[in-house]
């Protein structure tokens, strides 16, 4: 997209906005003149409230503005340094591989409608201000972590998909950048059709009494999770931190429900997006401030927050672990074979150099021969001592380490 191309969405989206607006100053006041007149005769407190309801709504309408005209500025620097930065393209794949203009398509997309539903649940109505906001809030901070974790699982799932249809390993850039392309293909022909099947097994709430949000927080799991799987193909990387900061900070930041000075950070709702040394557009942390005169929650939310991927990252660091185990039982792995006789009965015992814990999945297979029919049996077992038939000789072996072969061997009778 050129300059001028550029400068015109933006001054479109701009007019949007403020037509946007309009019909938001025009609605609060009819709405509130409406509760108004019912407290005839007035008193001077009600002409004084209405008045600072008012004011502070077009306050509010302002701000948005002032945020999109800033966001949008920003784009144009992001776009500005992107292009500088942009190498010569050798080949389609390289072409094709998701970016972090892609992500930050679908980050604006996203963040436009979460912004909208979110002043949906502003009630100006209550004792403890931003009481009801909060609490929606923080359902869709619970919901933007687990769609992270649930990412990784689809990231998992579409790289063996990759790897078995590809008979290849993505063990480099470039076979990276070529698994990153063909999952944007794959979606181009599929859409996230499958993605939402694997979702569907997963309930990201706790319980069922949030009926008037549920849908929108349904969508917004999808959404987000497939917007991280992204990030982690895409190149150059994109990189997600929920990290939390005490001050409300707006060089990091995104704050759209207070105003002011002296804001302290009570938890982050959605993590920053970061990529190419910057912030994507909307890539900021968006997070729920509190002043002494505003709710907070009084718990430590962002410490229940952050257990979700503390327990996620515990269970990454133990497959890690595992994945080495297995590593260096692939590579290191011998195995031999002693045979003995009891009582007339024959009996063959494996002997391997290496310990093999009880959590990875293995087992010797034995091809049992049958002497009078030539017929071929086998016999899968964990046991590394097993008793051989008078009809049956040991024709050949296989070991399998977590349904992969490693060992296949002839066995000297």
Same mark, same amino acid.
């Given at each position: 997209?050129?300059?001028?191309?550029?400068?015109?969405?933006?001054?479109?989206?701009?007019?949007?906005?403020?037509?946007?607006?309009?019909?938001?100053?025009?609605?609060?006041?009819?709405?509130?003149?409406?509760?108004?007149?019912?407290?005839?005769?007035?008193?001077?407190?009600?002409?004084?409230?209405?008045?600072?309801?008012?004011?502070?709504?077009?306050?509010?309408?302002?701000?948005?503005?002032?945020?999109?005209?800033?966001?949008?500025?920003?784009?144009?620097?992001?776009?500005?340094?992107?292009?500088?930065?942009?190498?010569?393209?050798?080949?389609?794949?390289?072409?094709?591989?998701?970016?972090?203009?892609?992500?930050?398509?679908?980050?604006?997309?996203?963040?436009?409608?979460?912004?909208?539903?979110?002043?949906?649940?502003?009630?100006?109505?209550?004792?403890?201000?931003?009481?009801?906001?909060?609490?929606?809030?923080?359902?869709?901070?619970?919901?933007?972590?687990?769609?992270?974790?649930?990412?990784?699982?689809?990231?998992?799932?579409?790289?063996?998909?990759?790897?078995?249809?590809?008979?290849?390993?993505?063990?480099?850039?470039?076979?990276?950048?070529?698994?990153?392309?063909?999952?944007?293909?794959?979606?181009?022909?599929?859409?996230?059709?499958?993605?939402?099947?694997?979702?569907?097994?997963?309930?990201?709430?706790?319980?069922?009494? !949030?009926?008037?949000?549920?849908?929108?927080?349904?969508e917004l799991f999808y959404d987000l999770t497939i917007m991280y799987f992204h990030c982690k193909i895409s190149f150059p990387l994109v990189e997600i931190n929920f990290k939390k900061e005490d001050n409300f900070d707006s060089d990091k930041m995104i704050d759209f429900i207070n105003r002011g000075k002296n804001r302290k950070v009570n938890f982050v709702i959605l993590p920053s997006l970061f990529s190419n040394g910057i912030?994507?557009?909307?890539?900021?942390?968006?997070?729920?401030?509190?002043?002494?005169?505003?709710?907070?929650?009084?718990?430590?939310?962002?410490?229940?927050?952050?257990?979700?991927? $503390?327990?996620?990252?515990?269970?990454?660091?133990?497959?890690?672990?595992?994945?080495?185990?297995?590593?260096?039982?692939?590579?290191?792995?011998?195995?031999?074979?002693?045979?003995? $006789?009891?009582?007339?009965?024959?009996?063959?015992?494996?002997?391997? !150099?290496?310990?093999?814990?009880?959590?990875?999945?293995?087992?010797?297979?034995?091809?049992?021969?049958?002497?009078?029919?030539?017929?071929?049996?086998?016999?899968?077992?964990? $046991?590394?001592?097993?008793?051989?038939?008078?009809?049956?000789?040991?024709?050949?072996?296989?070991?399998?380490?977590?349904?992969?072969?490693?060992?296949?061997?002839?066995?000297?009778?």
């Amino acid at each position: 997209m050129n300059k001028i191309e550029n400068e015109n969405n933006i001054l479109k989206g701009q007019n949007e906005l403020i037509n946007q607006i309009k019909i938001n100053i025009i609605d609060t006041i009819n709405n509130s003149c409406f509760k108004l007149t019912k407290s005839i005769p007035l008193k001077k407190e009600d002409v004084e409230q209405w008045k600072n309801l008012i004011l502070n709504n077009i306050n509010k309408e302002i701000d948005k503005l002032i945020e999109f005209i800033l966001t949008n500025n920003e784009k144009a620097k992001i776009d500005e340094i992107n292009n500088k930065k942009e190498n010569k393209i050798e080949n389609e794949i390289e072409l094709y591989t998701f970016t972090p203009k892609d992500i930050q398509e679908e980050n604006k997309e996203i963040t436009r409608n979460f912004q909208n539903e979110t002043y949906n649940n502003i009630n100006v109505n209550e004792k403890i201000e931003n009481e009801k906001v909060a609490l929606f809030l923080k359902e869709a901070a619970k919901i933007s972590r687990i769609s992270y974790i649930e990412s990784t699982k689809i990231f998992k799932i579409m790289k063996q998909k990759f790897c078995d249809v590809k008979m290849k390993k993505i063990d480099n850039e470039s076979s990276g950048k070529e698994f990153s392309s063909w999952v944007k293909i794959f979606e181009k022909e599929n859409k996230t059709k499958e993605y939402k099947n694997i979702l569907n097994q997963v309930n990201p709430f706790e319980k069922d009494d !949030n009926k008037k949000n549920k849908q929108y927080l349904l969508e917004l799991f999808y959404d987000l999770t497939i917007m991280y799987f992204h990030c982690k193909i895409s190149f150059p990387l994109v990189e997600i931190n929920f990290k939390k900061e005490d001050n409300f900070d707006s060089d990091k930041m995104i704050d759209f429900i207070n105003r002011g000075k002296n804001r302290k950070v009570n938890f982050v709702i959605l993590p920053s997006l970061f990529s190419n040394g910057i912030y994507l557009q909307n890539g900021k942390s968006w997070v729920f401030t509190f002043t002494k005169k505003t709710f907070k929650f009084e718990d430590s939310i962002q410490d229940n927050l952050n257990k979700l991927l $503390k327990q996620d990252n515990l269970k990454q660091d133990n497959l890690k672990k595992d994945n080495l185990v297995l590593e260096n039982l692939k590579n290191n792995l011998k195995i031999k074979f002693n045979y003995e $006789k009891k009582n007339n009965e024959k009996y063959v015992i494996v002997l391997t !150099n290496l310990e093999i814990p009880e959590n990875i999945q293995y087992k010797f297979i034995f091809y049992l021969r049958n002497k009078e029919n030539n017929k071929i049996i086998s016999l899968k077992t964990k $046991k590394n001592r097993i008793k051989i038939d008078k009809n049956y000789e040991i024709k050949d072996f296989k070991f399998k380490l977590e349904n992969e072969t490693i060992i296949f061997s002839p066995i000297n009778k």
